[in-house]
């Protein structure tokens, strides 16, 4: 018997709320990356707790405000509705090749319907199935957990994951709907992905509106594909050490 107890544990998150939990997320998983992929040294990491785990978040600032930038834009993005895609993209300095490719897909629930004579995203891959229905309500300990067990998989991907040799970069990419507002700074990009790379699809986490999917590929690159009337932006990103 559910008592009213139990009722007050789950999480009941309103869409705004919800999306400023994923983009969160995200930013989370832009700096776990970073770190255990060794794009950038152990000393330009703090520890920090979250989720009930030690994170590591950058220390670097001119890393920390091109994330700012991302997260500003991102969160704006999320409460609107307009997010299908959120990738992390590692590259060799060297070489220009694209070694890594992080994905995670964004499902929202009862997204509400464009207007008439807006556009629409076709994109198949972007669509799950059983989209549009909402997930089981959830207590904040379950999603933690379902949280928690994706920044583990991430962390102990270092077992199964090449060895990224030489010196490294990163950049952001966002899968927008194409009747997005784009600030300047952000500009149109390829999909960078890898051609015939090993792909390693890992766990996922929902909430009442969303649910998120994290995929891992990597080898070759690939700069063809086709992906409908959503825009692929990326933020330009230039370091000093670039």
Not at 62 to 72: C, D, E, L, R, T
Not at 119 to 140: I, L, M, S, Y
Request: glycine share 6%.
């Amino acid at each position: 018997m559910t008592t009213e107890k139990d009722k007050s544990r789950v999480h009941k998150l309103s869409l705004k709320g919800s999306s400023k939990l994923v983009a969160e997320f995200f930013e989370y998983s832009i700096n776990t990356i970073l770190f255990q992929r060794g794009v950038y040294p152990v000393e330009d990491f703090t520890a920090v707790k979250k989720y009930g785990l030690n994170m590591l978040v950058t220390s670097d600032d001119q890393v920390k405000a091109y994330i700012k930038k991302i997260m500003s834009q991102l969160t704006k993005w999320m409460v609107g509705g307009k997010i299908s895609k959120l990738v992390v993209v590692i590259t060799d300095k060297d070489s220009g090749e694209h070694v890594e490719r992080w994905q995670f897909d964004v499902q929202i629930f009862n997204k509400p319907a464009k207007e008439k004579g807006s556009k629409k995203v076709v994109d198949k891959e972007n669509t799950a199935p059983g989209e549009g229905q909402p997930a089981t309500e959830k207590t904040e300990k379950e999603i933690q957990d379902e949280i928690q067990s994706i920044f583990r998989q991430i962390t102990a991907s270092v077992t199964f994951l090449p060895m990224l040799d030489g010196n490294c970069t990163f950049n952001v990419m966002v899968y927008a709907d194409a009747d997005s507002d784009v600030p300047m700074e952000w500009g149109d990009s390829d999909a960078k992905e890898i051609a015939n790379g090993e792909k390693v699809q890992l766990r996922s986490f929902s909430t009442s509106n969303h649910r998120v999917d994290t995929l891992v590929s990597y080898r070759q690159v690939s700069l063809s594909g086709y992906y409908g009337p959503v825009l692929l932006l990326t933020l330009r990103h230039r370091l000093a050490s670039d």
